[in-house]
């Protein structure tokens, strides 16, 4: 278990978007976001409080989380002075990059020197089976989307939450480096061989009671040549009962990818759905999630009175608004 508080180190984001684990975190675990720490040139802001890190060891951090999701998950040369000297000033380190930590020997060495520990959140803590996609008991739903980064992990998370409050069995399955550090378990997706991804998926949401949904954490896109293979082990193992499509407005092309354009979310509906039903025949769409954020009220209304009117489903940001009408869309 990671110790709490935690510094978050935003280091060089270039847009806010990069430092979406930081934002996760300060948005779904405030209680543990003791302060951030940026490097010049950074342009995301948590709106916590900038610490460095004598200040914030002063001030009670434990552990110091590398909120940055870069293209490739890579630790920068730039960053290697700061993670040091946390390491000699008494914190640990958590990271959920691809470029881990223990791969780096300069951060092993000052761990070994200053007793610290270094966790690499996105690194598989057993083995996997191969799925075998038999039907197992219980209930699954999967938000999907139409890019990268769009809010399926709000989505499930905001979800989950509005089904403990109706007194509905519930449980969050995390499956992103996000997850895993607000909730302390899950499964590191796309760090586990590919032929094991089902497999693994079939293991983190197992056999439940008739009652209970498990709220499975989605990642990639269909759509997103980089990152689709994520998402169709997502869909085949979970073996979803439900689908929420997921989609942020204001994108102009896919997520690093400017030569991609985005589908609709009727193609995604057209295309997500049929390859559930291969594992789950029964499963349906039962709603749709928006990231508004960039969108006054009135413009999100707007946005959502009129998508939900075209596509005929409840039409939501469950950040914003909560997620009580998917809730009850996926109950009834």
């Given at each position: 278990?990671?110790?709490?508080?935690?510094?978050?180190?935003?280091?060089?984001?270039p847009?806010?978007?990069a430092a979406?684990?930081?934002?996760g975190?300060?948005d779904?675990?405030?209680d543990h976001?003791?302060?951030?720490?940026r490097?010049?040139?950074?342009?995301?802001?948590?709106?916590?409080?900038d610490?460095?890190?004598?200040?914030?060891v002063?001030?009670?951090a434990?552990t110091l989380?590398?909120?940055?999701?870069?293209?490739?998950?890579?630790?920068?040369?730039?960053?290697?002075?700061?993670?040091?000297?946390a390491?000699?000033?008494g914190?640990?380190?958590?990271?959920?990059l691809?470029?881990?930590?223990?791969?780096?020997?300069?951060?092993?060495?000052a761990?070994?020197?200053?007793?610290?520990?270094?966790?690499d959140?996105?690194v598989?803590q057993?083995s996997?089976?191969?799925g075998?996609?038999?039907t197992r008991?219980?209930?699954?739903?999967?938000?999907?989307?139409?890019?990268?980064?769009v809010?399926?992990?709000?989505?499930?998370?905001?979800?989950?939450?509005?089904?403990?409050?109706?007194?509905v069995?519930?449980?969050?399955?995390?499956?992103g480096?996000?997850?895993?550090?607000?909730?302390?378990?899950?499964?590191?997706?796309?760090?586990v061989?590919a032929?094991?991804?089902?497999?693994?998926v079939?293991w983190?949401?197992?056999?439940?009671?008739?009652?209970h949904?498990?709220?499975i954490?989605?990642?990639?896109?269909?759509?997103h040549?980089?990152?689709?293979?994520?998402?169709?082990?997502?869909?085949?193992?979970?073996?979803?009962?439900?689908?929420?499509?997921?989609?942020?407005?204001?994108?102009?092309?896919?997520?690093?990818?400017?030569?991609?354009e985005?589908?609709?979310?009727?193609?995604l509906?057209?295309t997500?759905?049929p390859?559930?039903?291969?594992?789950?025949?029964?499963?349906r769409?039962i709603?749709?999630?928006v990231?508004?954020?960039?969108f006054?009220?009135?413009?999100?209304?707007?946005?959502l009175?009129?998508l939900?009117?075209?596509?005929?489903l409840?039409?939501?940001?469950?950040?914003?608004?909560g997620?009580?009408?998917?809730?009850?869309?996926?109950?009834?």
């Amino acid at each position: 278990m990671l110790n709490t508080p935690y510094l978050l180190f935003l280091g060089d984001a270039p847009d806010p978007l990069a430092a979406k684990v930081a934002q996760g975190i300060r948005d779904w675990r405030p209680d543990h976001a003791l302060g951030q720490f940026r490097l010049d040139g950074c342009q995301a802001d948590m709106k916590l409080p900038d610490l460095n890190i004598d200040e914030a060891v002063e001030q009670g951090a434990k552990t110091l989380v590398i909120g940055v999701a870069n293209r490739g998950g890579v630790i920068s040369e730039r960053w290697l002075e700061v993670l040091e000297e946390a390491l000699s000033k008494g914190l640990d380190i958590a990271s959920g990059l691809h470029n881990l930590l223990t791969d780096e020997p300069r951060l092993t060495r000052a761990a070994e020197t200053h007793g610290r520990f270094l966790f690499d959140v996105r690194v598989p803590q057993q083995s996997y089976p191969i799925g075998d996609g038999k039907t197992r008991a219980g209930k699954r739903c999967l938000p999907v989307g139409t890019d990268c980064s769009v809010g399926k992990m709000y989505t499930a998370l905001a979800l989950d939450a509005a089904l403990k409050a109706r007194g509905v069995p519930s449980d969050f399955r995390a499956t992103g480096q996000t997850g895993i550090l607000i909730t302390g378990e899950g499964v590191p997706l796309d760090a586990v061989v590919a032929d094991f991804m089902a497999g693994a998926v079939e293991w983190l949401s197992p056999a439940n009671a008739e009652d209970h949904w498990d709220i499975i954490e989605g990642q990639g896109s269909l759509y997103h040549p980089s990152f689709s293979g994520v998402t169709m082990a997502l869909i085949h193992g979970g073996q979803p009962d439900a689908l929420v499509l997921c989609h942020e407005p204001t994108r102009t092309h896919m997520r690093g990818l400017p030569h991609y354009e985005l589908p609709t979310l009727e193609q995604l509906r057209d295309t997500a759905l049929p390859l559930a039903q291969i594992v789950n025949p029964a499963c349906r769409v039962i709603g749709v999630s928006v990231n508004t954020a960039a969108f006054d009220d009135d413009e999100a209304r707007s946005y959502l009175d009129e998508l939900e009117q075209r596509l005929g489903l409840p039409c939501v940001d469950p950040f914003r608004h909560g997620a009580d009408r998917l809730a009850e869309a996926l109950l009834s």
